[in-house]
Nanobody, 124 residues
Framework: QVQLVQSGGGLVQAGGSLRLSCAAS????????MGWFRQAPGKEREFVAA????????WYADSVEGRFTISRDNAKNTLYLQMNSLEPEDTAVYYC?????????????????WGQGTQVTVSS
């Protein structure tokens, strides 16, 4: 009942920036907690950041704290991830997700809907 479509991935040099977007449709976007996860080859899906319905509360993985910023624009039904000071270790497929149940925000299993993923590659 919720569709998430991502855009904004690509190739960037270390130290550069990218902005990912996730456009939602199908239900009231503002009622969902939203999150970003990433998955590198051979690794489990990893929590990156999350944001509550109003944008008042945010959560970040230690590895991205201070470099990434999660935000949302409920009027546009869109979630964003601004990524600055990118490092080769940030290379992964990034996924946005929506959680209707307000579970633990760092756990992939609590999210109900997922975007298609977008590749982010950071060269050294």
């Amino acid at each position: 009942q919720v569709q998430l479509v991502q855009s904004g991935g690509g190739l960037v040099q270390a130290g550069g920036s990218l902005r990912l977007s996730c456009a939602a449709s199908g239900r009231t976007f503002s009622s969902y907690r939203m999150g970003w996860f990433r998955q590198a080859p051979g690794k489990e899906r990893e929590f990156v950041a999350a944001i509550n319905w109003s944008g008042r509360n945010t959560w970040y993985a230690d590895s991205v704290e201070g470099r990434f910023t999660i935000s949302r624009d409920n009027a546009k039904n869109t979630l964003y991830l601004q990524m600055n000071s990118l490092e080769p270790e940030d290379t992964a497929v990034y996924y946005c997700a929506a959680d209707a149940s307000a579970g633990v925000p760092t756990r992939p299993s609590v999210y109900d809907y997922w975007g298609q993923g977008t590749q982010v590659t950071v060269s050294s």
